[in-house]
C-alpha cells in the first residue's frame, strides 16, 4: 500500500507506511532479511525524491529572485 500510496502523490502516507512495514519487518524476521533491506531501500527512494523536489522548488525560487 505504501508504493500505491507514493505512485498518488501521497508521500506522507507511503512514508508512514513505509515506516509501519519496516517496524514490522525488522521485528518477524532478522535484520539482514532481504525484505529488510528491500523497505529501506524503498523508503530511502521515498524521502530522497522529497528532498529532490524540495531541492528543485529552492533552486526555481532562487532563480526568480
Given at each position: ?6 505512485a498518488r ?23 539482514d ?33
Amino acid at each position: 500500500f505504501a508504493a500505491l500510496s507514493q505512485a498518488r502523490g501521497d508521500a506522507a502516507e507511503a512514508e508512514r507506511l513505509y515506516r509501519l512495514a519496516l517496524a514490522i519487518k525488522e521485528k518477524v524476521l532478522d535484520r539482514d532479511h532481504p525484505d529488510v533491506a528491500m523497505t529501506l531501500n524503498n523508503l530511502g527512494v521515498l524521502l530522497r525524491e522529497g528532498a529532490d523536489k524540495a531541492m528543485n522548488r529552492l533552486h526555481t525560487k532562487v532563480i526568480r529572485e
